[in-house]
């Protein structure tokens, strides 16, 4: 399950995961009067390192641009544009090996908004992981490039991961630990765990457990189970929960909080459920709140009206039939089946379900007359037609265009915006 939400300090490694910052708000810069790209591009050559530097940056606006035109398989490649993106991804990769740690740093974030829509991003993998330098701004943007860039497949071996762990520098130790994530390295991770086991300061825990973001595996989810239980603080716990979330063996979390569901608190419970309720057309969102219905939680009304909402776009999407959307209604109806055994919330529940069941005996009213009417209209106009001598194609055409669809009316119950605002 992709959707993480993580429980992060307010310092750190907000920046790593993106965070909308596309641009180079981070690196000072001068804008030259009417320069063009092909003008900065000419002074990545420059002998003096700022005025490359500078270049870097003023390209970096149109790093994605860049690369999303490099991966264009329609892309003419004798055009200027696409010759010139292609020479200026080129020559910052080689300034990566430069002197200057400014360009060096530069380079490398112009290479994390290129690599947005660039699809050769494992190209990309050994230039960065040549750089030497142990300047700290160096390091942090080759960590938020590689983490940008890595996928499961990904190889960096453990020396080069634990440099950036062992780094003097405490932003980058830290922001270490999501490329550790992102590759999924279990040796250093049992690090982590050894090193979480010794520390007691709370901001400290919450980071390294962002090395286990996603598909934490069976060893990390013991130890998990374990720290729920006797950790005092709510937000190391929910950490722990959403990492949880994540892990390999879903079969295995969902067994230990079924087994386990009267030793967990109010709080928690209340959490959990936030957490999954917006989500329940996925499996493991869908068992856990089912397992959490049965038991007796007594979610809102908003639960209710959003679960009713899912099973309604599910029931009448056009693709009803597809395997995926025959899932997530299973998923939904589970849901469902959960909440009448758990005997919680089941009047309302009820009293929304005879809401739907009026509505859609509304509508299928007024598709009914609706129909009766159009084939009246239909017949009349077919006939007026055939004294004028319109085709029999052209006739056909025109009136498959007159019968109004089940979703047409539905919207007639629907206020318009301007409505909605005026109210």
Known sequence: MKKIFLVLTSVSLLVISGCGEENFSRYPSVTIPEFSNKDYYAQLSDKNPQVVYN?????????????????????????????????????????LNSSDVDITAASLRFLQLFSTDYAAKAEMLNPILKIKSDNRQVAYEQIVTLERISNKDTRIADSVLRKFLDNPSWIVSRSSYLLIDKLENENLRQELIARYRTIANEEEKLLILTAFKTHSGDSDADFFFNEIQSAKSDKIRYAIYDALGNCKNQEKVLAWIAENYGKITNNDKEYLFRRYAGIMDEDFSSRLLAIFLKNGFSADKDFLVLLNKGIESYTYSEDAAAKDTGEKLDNLKMIEEALFAGKVMVSDWQAILKKREAFNANINAMQTECNALTKKFSASINTIFKKYGVSEEKRKLYLENTAISRETLETLFEPDKESKNQK
Do not use: C, H, W
């Open 55 to 95: 270049a870097v940056v003023n390209l970096g606006g149109r790093a994605v641009e860049f690369g999303k035109m490099l991966s264009d398989d329609k892309a003419d490649k004798k055009l200027p544009q696409y010759i010139g993106a292609e020479k200026t991804y080129r020559k910052i990769t080689e300034l």
